[in-house]
C-alpha cells in the first residue's frame, strides 16, 4: 500500500511530474528540465515518497525519450501512457499538472498498460536508419519528378536530344553529365538546372543504397532465420524491428501484437446488431508490411495458394482471405521475435 506512481508530462525543455500514491491521493508535484541531471532529479525526488511502482510517461517516443531511457536502465517500470481524453480536458481544463497527474491515474486504473520500448540496441539503430533512408526515398522521387518536368519544358532542341535517351538511369548520368556553360539562354539554363537536379538524385541514390547495405546487415544479425521466410524482406522486419523495439519480451502474446500493427477485428456492437469492424489504428507501416507479405505468398507460395483456394471454396472473399493470411504472419513473425529460443521450441 505504500507503492508511488509518477506520472510525467513531457515538453522539449521541461517535464512535469506528478506523484499519487495507490489510493489516488496526490502526494506532490514537481518541474524537472529535460537533461541527464534533471532525470536523476526526478528519480532522488520519486524515492522520497516510498517505492516506486511505476512510472507513466506521456510521449515515450517523442519528448519522453530522453526520459524513457534513463529510467529503463535504472531498472524502473515505465508505461506508455496515451495523451489526455479531450472530453475531460474540455471539463475539468489543462495544465502540465493535470496532464501529469492524468498520467499517474491512468496507470493506477490500468488503462496505461504498454510497457516502454527500450531504445538502446539494435532497433534503435535500425530506426534512425530507417528514418533517414525514407527521407532520401521521398526526396529521390521528387527530384526525379522535377527532372521529367524540366525536360517536358525544356527547348525544343534539348528535348529532342534527351527524349533519344533510353534508361531512366542513362538518363539521369547523361544529364549529370551536361556542361551548360556560361548561362546567356534558356538552353543553358534548362541544362544547368537538370544537371543540379541529377546530380542530386544520383546522390540521393548512392545514399539509400548505403542504407539499405546497412539496414540489411543489421537485420540479418537480428533475426537470420525470419528473413529465410517466403516473401518477408529486410523492409518488412526492420519495421517489425522498429515496432518492438530492443525489449520485444514486453509483447505478451501474439494477439498484442496484431492488435499493435492494426490486423485485430474491433467489437462495433449495439443492441441487437452483433458484429466486428476493421481496425484501423495500430501501426500503418507495419500493417503495410505484412500485407505485401500476403500479397507475395498469395502469388507465389504454393502452402498460400492452397490455403487461399480452400477458403475461397468456403465462401470467403479475397479481402477476408488476405486478413486470415496476415494473421498467420504475425504468428510466424511473433514466434521468431518475441519468443525466447526455449519458449520457441516448444510452441
Known amino acids: 500500500m505504500d507503492h508511488v506512481i509518477i506520472g510525467v508530462d513531457t515538453h522539449k525543455n521541461t517535464h512535469a511530474a506528478v506523484a499519487i500514491d495507490a489510493q489516488g491521493a496526490r502526494l506532490g508535484s514537481t518541474t524537472i528540465p529535460a537533461t541527464r541531471k534533471g532525470y536523476r532529479d526526478l528519480d532522488a525526488w520519486a524515492a522520497q515518497f516510498g517505492h516506486v511502482k511505476a512510472f507513466g510517461i506521456e510521449g515515450t517516443g517523442s519528448f519522453g525519450a530522453g526520459l524513457s531511457r534513463d529510467l529503463l536502465a535504472k531498472g524502473?517500470?515505465?508505461?506508455?501512457?496515451?495523451?489526455?481524453?479531450?472530453?475531460?480536458?474540455?471539463?475539468?481544463g489543462k495544465s502540465d499538472s493535470l496532464d501529469a497527474e492524468s498520467a499517474a491515474r491512468s496507470v493506477l486504473n490500468g488503462q496505461a498498460t504498454a510497457q516502454a520500448k527500450a531504445q538502446t540496441g539494435s532497433s534503435e539503430m535500425i530506426r534512425h536508419l530507417k528514418v533517414a533512408r525514407d527521407s532520401a526515398v521521398k526526396a529521390k522521387s521528387q527530384a526525379m519528378i522535377t527532372l521529367k518536368t524540366l525536360i517536358v519544358n525544356a527547348p525544343a532542341?534539348?528535348?529532342d536530344?534527351?527524349?533519344g535517351v533510353r534508361g531512366r538511369i542513362t538518363l539521369v548520368r547523361h544529364v549529370a553529365a551536361m556542361r551548360p556553360g556560361e548561362i546567356t539562354s534558356p538552353t543553358a539554363s534548362a541544362k544547368a538546372a537538370m544537371r543540379a537536379i541529377a546530380r542530386r538524385w544520383l546522390a540521393l541514390h548512392e545514399e539509400i543504397q548505403a542504407h539499405d547495405r546497412e539496414l540489411d546487415r543489421l537485420v540479418r544479425e537480428r533475426a537470420s532465420e525470419l528473413m529465410q521466410a517466403h516473401g518477408i524482406s529486410t523492409m518488412t522486419v526492420a519495421e517489425m524491428l522498429i515496432l518492438l523495439g530492443d525489449n520485444p519480451e514486453r509483447i505478451q502474446s501474439e494477439a498484442a501484437l496484431a492488435k499493435l500493427c492494426g490486423l485485430c477485428p474491433i467489437p462495433a456492437s449495439s443492441g441487437k446488431t452483433n458484429r466486428m469492424r476493421l481496425n484501423r489504428g495500430g501501426n500503418r507501416q507495419a500493417n503495410a508490411a505484412i500485407y505485401r507479405v500476403a500479397i507475395v505468398r498469395m502469388r507465389d507460395d504454393q502452402r498460400t495458394k492452397a490455403y487461399a483456394a480452400r477458403r475461397t471454396s468456403e465462401g470467403k472473399t479475397r479481402r477476408e482471405i488476405v486478413r486470415c493470411i496476415k494473421r498467420y504472419i504475425v504468428r510466424e513473425i511473433y514466434r521468431a521475435l518475441c519468443v525466447p529460443p526455449t519458449k520457441a521450441g516448444h510452441a
Not at 489526455?84 to 475539468?92: A, E, G, M, S, V
Open 76 to 92: 524502473h517500470d515505465v508505461r506508455d501512457v496515451m495523451r489526455p481524453n479531450r472530453q475531460l480536458r474540455h471539463l475539468h
Open 157 to 159: 532542341d534539348l528535348r
Open 161 to 163: 536530344t534527351l527524349d
